[in-house]
């Protein structure tokens, strides 16, 4: 019997917000980095990861939270353990199971997601993002790499005159970059048109 469901995409993007009741059931990705802790740590606290130690942290500190004491813990984390910290939705640069994260080193063991442009990840990035933008309801492949180009909407790429809706994962960012040979500063979240 095959799912007729349709899949909910709204999750991540409202993850630690107040949502509302048209909300549906949902699965995320959420990236995780293992610490050791500075010191005593209860489940869901928020830390900063300095050189791969943990510690409380807030807003206003100088090294600002990252994320937080993993939340399924059914203890606190003893000063010395070893444990996985729970990162901040919508922090991470770029999501295979692969990410990183301005407060870790890149594990050398891992294939490098430098920005640099390079003709195989460039073409297998073209490849990704014309096959994602062909399966999406939006404009042409050309057309949304021009409006990625521009890098000024925070929240959404916005499509003037043409049907265009839905959500866009953050692996289409890593992509674009690769593309483009460049970092982008925004990372919207979703297509939307004036349609």
Request: one cysteine or more; glycine letters at 6%.
């Amino acid at each position: 019997m095959s799912d007729t469901r349709s899949v909910a995409t709204d999750a991540l993007a409202t993850l630690g917000t107040i949502i509302d009741d048209t909300a549906k059931r949902d699965a995320i990705h959420l990236a995780v980095a293992p610490a050791v802790a500075g010191q005593r740590l209860e489940a869901g606290w928020h830390v900063t990861v300095v050189d791969g130690v943990a510690s409380t942290a807030d807003d206003g500190d100088e090294d600002a939270p990252i994320g937080i004491v993993d939340p399924f813990l059914k203890r606190p984390v003893k000063k010395g353990e070893h444990f996985w910290v729970v990162l901040y939705p919508r922090t991470i640069q770029s999501l295979r199971h692969v990410w990183t994260h301005p407060a870790f080193a890149d594990d050398p063991a891992i294939q490098s997601t430098s920005t640099t442009p390079n003709t195989d990840r460039s073409s297998e990035s073209e490849a990704w993002l014309r096959d994602f933008i062909g399966g999406s309801d939006c404009p042409s492949y050309e057309t949304i790499m021009a409006l990625v180009s521009d890098d000024d909407s925070p929240d959404c790429i916005y499509i003037r005159g043409t049907s265009a809706t839905g959500t866009i994962p953050l692996e289409f960012w890593h992509h674009a970059e690769i593309v483009l040979g460049r970092k982008l500063n925004s990372r919207a979240t979703y297509f939307a048109c004036s349609c």
